[in-house]
């Protein structure tokens, strides 16, 4: 099976978000309903950083967590049976934190599926930088 891609345009006719919680900028390998790879550039123009800390500018933790969950929601709404719906985060587990996300990083954002069972599923998302673990865990997700 050919692996997806997805560019900024495209994504935004996947997920209702906009500026400035928009937070995948291009899906880079797709297999519709069950994995998504995206990208996330890191700018230090992000609304976020000027607050998240003055002098320190740091990606909000769960910032991260709704990349992830953003990313999957591609994955699962490129899904036939599944287009034209939303996605709601709807729990998180074992959310591990390695290191931090600052202005000028990459983060490499993966999340696949485990589990979908009518409207409620599971996944699990992870994101690197430059190959390092920056954060990881366990999801789970309703579809409206």
Do not use: W
């Not at 994504?11 to 291009?26: A, G, N, Q, S």
């Amino acid at each position: 099976m050919k692996k997806l891609e997805l560019n900024i345009e495209e994504i935004m006719k996947i997920l209702p978000h906009r500026y400035p919680f928009l937070l995948v900028d291009r899906i880079i390998e797709l297999l519709p309903g069950e994995r998504a790879v995206g990208i996330k550039n890191l700018s230090v123009n992000e609304p976020f950083f000027p607050g998240h800390f003055p002098g320190h500018p740091v990606m909000p933790g769960v910032l991260m967590i709704e990349a992830m969950a953003q990313v999957g929601a591609c994955a699962i709404l490129c899904d036939e049976k599944y287009q034209g719906r939303l996605g709601y985060l709807a729990g998180v587990d074992r959310i591990r934190f390695k290191r931090m996300a600052a202005p000028g990083d990459s983060l490499l954002i993966t999340t696949e599926f485990t589990a979908i069972k009518g409207n409620i599923g599971k996944g699990k998302g992870q994101i690197k930088i430059n190959e390092e673990m920056v954060c990881g865990g366990e999801f789970l997700f309703a579809l409206g």
